[in-house]
């Protein structure tokens, strides 16, 4: 029952977050203009409407679904490679993700019938996934258990971070500068296909995770204990990376690379509901959202008629958090 308290704490916290995510900005808004452009469009005034249907919702619900999407991504992965470190990032998914964008943006790709930032959303995506089902491959020809999956996951976030050095070498100006703000991470880019599609991802993936908690569950004791319960750990880290990657990658596409989140949401919902999956998991996509809200809000805030991309926030915020995650392990 406490944890379920919890849990429902979560979940008004992050409301509460998303409502002052939405009042907050540089076209300042009050409580009663926000409900009644929600509930009473037709009789708001235009311009409110505006704001809040076309700018303020979608910012606020991007960074809910990003946030959620991210930190049940890294509580999956902090188990199955029974590492507190890890993160969507830790495979490279954000790095080869930014591959794929920044070779959209630079080369001017586009799908037919599409607007371009569809091609950079799309490619990312492409990108992303297909550098987990690369390492996937490698790991499983090879027989490597998860310290080489993490040992590759490294190598191919230095490569990725080359390919993209290379691309902003031989991009124009203008384009450095959209590729250079891709990269910092940000939910202006949000519109509601986007937020339907990543809505649309969670929902059919969640139950999924939930199905898998009792078998995260007996990984926390160890391999050889999870095989003694009948578990078949390959294939449940296989399944698991499946729904890692897929989640994240069509974050990052979305929204750029934000970091960190996947790391600290996760740890912060262990240290209040424990290792039980069948808490952990939904309290930290509620905390995960929480926490990218939370940014967002302070990107708006932190400095005066301009809005800070969210990533810089969470990397800001995150480092510390990541260098004291480290010492605390070595200690």
């Known amino acids: 029952m406490r944890r379920l308290a919890l849990i429902a704490v979560f979940a008004v916290a992050m409301s509460g977050a998303a409502i002052a995510d939405i009042v907050t900005g540089p076209s300042g808004l009050s409580l009663a203009e926000f409900f009644g452009a929600v509930f009473h469009p037709a009789l708001a005034d235009p311009t409110t409407a505006v704001i809040v249907w076309s700018v ?127 990269m910092l991470g940000s939910v202006a880019r949000a519109t509601w296909d986007k937020i339907a599609i990543l809505a649309a991802v969670l929902l059919i993936v969640m139950p999924f995770s939930m199905a898998a908690a009792w ?55 262990r240290l209040l509901v424990g290792e039980d999956q069948r808490f952990l998991l939904p309290a930290s996509a509620l905390v995960g959202a929480l926490l990218l809200s939370l940014a967002s809000i302070v990107s708006k805030i932190i400095m005066p008629g301009i809005i800070v991309p969210v990533g810089i926030v969470t990397a800001l915020v995150g480092v510390p958090v990541f260098i004291s995650l480290i010492l605390r392990r070595k200690s």
């Open 215 to 269: 078998r995260l569950t007996v990984l926390r004791l160890g391999e050889d204990r999870a095989l003694s319960f009948g578990v078949d750990v390959r294939r449940l880290r296989f399944a698991s990376l499946f729904r890692i990657s897929l989640m994240s990658s069509i974050a990052v596409a979305f929204v750029g690379p934000i970091g960190f989140i996947g790391l600290v949401g996760p740890h912060i919902a």
């Open 56 to 182: 303020r919702l979608p910012y606020a619900a991007m960074a809910l679904l990003v946030g959620a999407a991210l930190s049940l991504s890294g509580a999956e992965m902090q188990t199955i490679l029974d590492n507190p470190l890890a993160s969507p990032f830790t495979l490279g998914v954000s790095s080869a993700a930014a591959v794929g964008a920044s070779t959209a943006v630079v080369f001017h790709l586009s799908l037919p019938g599409l607007p371009q930032s569809w091609a950079v959303s799309a490619l990312a995506f492409a990108f992303a996934f297909g550098s987990v089902l690369l390492l996937q491959a490698t790991t499983r020809i090879s027989g490597a258990g998860k310290e080489t999956l993490v040992l590759l996951g490294i190598a191919l976030v230095f490569s990725c971070q080359a390919l993209v050095a290379l691309l902003q070498l031989i991009a124009p100006i203008d384009v450095l500068q959209q590729l250079v703000f891709w």
